[in-house]
Structure formats: structure tokens, C-alpha cells
């Protein structure tokens, strides 16, 4: 877990479920490479969109894993995800619950 809370003292958000999304967004808006100190932390989901041998299973299985390295709190995330066909790009309809 990268600790992004930039200000002193407590954190601007205090629900559980705020703090979560919000480390959900971070997770999947930055890109491997790009945070100074953890080159491996980020995500890159697009390259399962233009690899043709990757399943719904594959992209499924790497979400659960780059979740469970977030602190969820003792949430238990569930990751479904659903692969369609676009007129120039594939479309990844990917939905995440927290139980």
C-alpha cells in the first residue's frame, strides 16, 4: 500500500468506503513506471484488449491480485469481468464488488 495522504494529520476522507475507491482509482489510473520509489506499482489493463490469446479469466485473475495488494479494510473484493467486440477496439465491461 502507497501511502499518498500528502497533508499532515488525519486523512480528507474518513469512510472506509471513500478511502477504498479511492485507492482503487489511483491503483488503476497510473501506470507501471510512473510512481518514483515503486516502479512495479499501477496497472495496465489495455494490452488485454489488443492480445487475442489473453480470456476474461486472465484479466479477471491479474485485477484480484493488483486488489489484494491495496488495504481493503477487510473487504473481500470480486472481480467479474466481460469482453465484447467494438467496431475498433474491444470493450472490457469489468465490475468490482466489495463484500
Do not use: C
Request: net charge negative.
Amino acid at each position: 500500500m502507497q501511502d499518498f495522504n500528502l497533508h499532515s494529520g488525519e486523512p480528507i476522507l474518513e469512510r472506509e468506503e471513500e478511502l477504498i475507491w479511492q485507492q482503487v482509482n489511483i491503483l488503476f489510473d497510473t501506470m507501471p513506471g510512473l510512481l518514483h520509489g515503486d516502479l512495479d506499482y499501477g496497472t495496465d489493463y489495455e494490452h488485454y484488449l489488443f492480445e487475442l490469446n489473453q480470456s476474461p479469466e486472465d484479466l479477471q485473475y491479474r485485477m484480484e491480485r493488483d486488489l489484494s495488494g491495496l488495504n481493503l479494510f477487510g473487504y473481500d473484493p470480486t472481480v467479474k469481468v466481460s469482453l465484447y467486440k467494438g467496431t475498433q477496439h474491444d470493450i472490457a465491461l469489468i465490475e468490482v464488488d466489495l463484500r
